[in-house]
């Protein structure tokens, strides 16, 4: 009996052996196949236009350069049609845009970020808020400077000399991820050299030029192309 219980045993683990080799050969055949075949859609991809998705690993300065291209695409096509002053016509239609806005705001803040961390004078990103009241307008700027890990600041205008300002009706709000202020706008504050702006800084007020609402997201990258376009208030909200 102990005999014959050994041998069962033996051929117990012999079975065993032999499923996990089969089971090894065949995730390798499974693993060979997918690698294939997501080159394949990366090569079609390339081929049609498209972008493929960055790797979750370092990924080539090609791809890279490619991602911020379609991003900007895709907000350049959304600025056609959002902002009034646009005098381009879109190719795409706010409803094929929208789920790609949120992710290309994102993915041109990431690259300026990863500027400014390299040198704090390059990869600025400014806001110009376009809102019905300044309570609006200052909401909006948390939501943004937080959801984009933006540098935060001093948010110059809400009073003088200590007093509060009122401000009623739409409010205008800049703001500022790298500092610096024109002297226009030190003799327009009326705060003198201590109105300049440090990194983060942003300064709210009346906004009497247009009935515009949204935020001009307008970021500054390596290769020093001009991006700037209206984007929704509470495009963080949607």
Not at 52 to 68: C, G, H, M, N, W
Not at 217 to 238: K, S
């Amino acid at each position: 009996n102990q005999h014959a219980s050994t041998k069962y045993q033996e051929s117990i683990i012999t079975m065993r052996i032999k499923f996990l080799l089969t089971a090894k050969a065949a995730l390798m055949v499974a693993c060979s196949g997918f690698t294939s075949t997501t080159s394949t859609v990366r090569t079609a991809s390339r081929a049609k236009g498209l972008v493929p998705r960055p790797s979750k690993q370092s990924p080539s300065l090609e791809t890279a350069d490619e991602a911020v291209q379609q991003a900007s695409q895709v907000l350049q096509e959304w600025d056609r049609l959002f902002n009034p002053e646009s005098s381009e016509s879109a190719t795409k239609s706010m409803e094929d845009l929208f789920e790609d806005l949120e992710p290309s705001v994102r993915l041109l803040n990431q690259k300026a970020t990863e500027m400014r961390q390299k040198d704090s004078t390059t990869g600025r990103v400014m806001l110009g808020i376009c809102a019905s009241s300044a309570v609006e307008g200052v909401e909006t700027l948390k939501s943004w400077v937080t959801n984009l890990e933006l540098p935060r600041g001093l948010l110059h205008g809400m009073d003088k000399d200590g007093v509060p300002i009122e401000l009623d009706g739409a409010v205008y709000i800049k703001y500022n991820s790298g500092g610096v202020y024109t002297f226009a706008d030190i003799r327009k504050s009326g705060l003198g050299f201590d109105a300049l702006w440090k990194p983060g800084d942003a300064l709210i007020e009346r906004y009497t030029d247009g009935n515009y609402r949204g935020v001009y997201f307008q970021v500054e990258l390596a290769d020093e192309e001009f991006r700037q376009y209206l984007v929704p208030l509470d495009l963080f909200q949607m």
